[in-house]
Nanobody, 122 residues
């Protein structure tokens, strides 16, 4: 139901835009989240966008460089990543959870995409 795309290989300082398309239903009332998992590390929160009010939240490590947004008509959420660093290298996952169902940073989301690999070379 969630299809992530847009990953790839980019040099440090470059940009990528990840997309996550939801299918089957609109998922109104659901927070959209992005997480990432680097090799040998735990999955970590990157960004979230609530359905109600459109509030955005970012991990400190990406604040000012990444932007989460959505296109309701396309049922798609995006993660624009600028000024990429080698430490941003990871598999990026999109996820959905009901608004107000707990901390957006907690990976207890209801639906997950399959992940897309982002590799940033130095």
């Amino acid at each position: 139901q969630l299809q992530a795309s847009g990953g790839g290989l980019v040099q440090a300082g470059g940009s990528l835009r990840l997309s996550c398309a939801a299918s089957g239903r609109t998922f109104s009332g659901y927070t959209r989240g992005w997480f990432r998992q680097a090799p040998g590390k735990e999955r970590e929160f990157v960004a979230a966008l609530t359905w109600s009010g459109g509030s955005t939240y970012y991990a400190d490590s990406v604040k000012g460089r990444f932007t989460i947004s959505r296109d309701n008509a396309k049922n798609t959420v995006y993660l624009q990543m600028n000024s990429l660093k080698p430490e941003d290298t990871a598999v990026y996952y999109c996820a959905l959870k009901r608004d107000y169902s707990g901390s957006y940073q907690n990976p207890q989301y209801d639906y997950w995409g399959q992940g897309t690999l982002v590799t940033v070379s130095s």
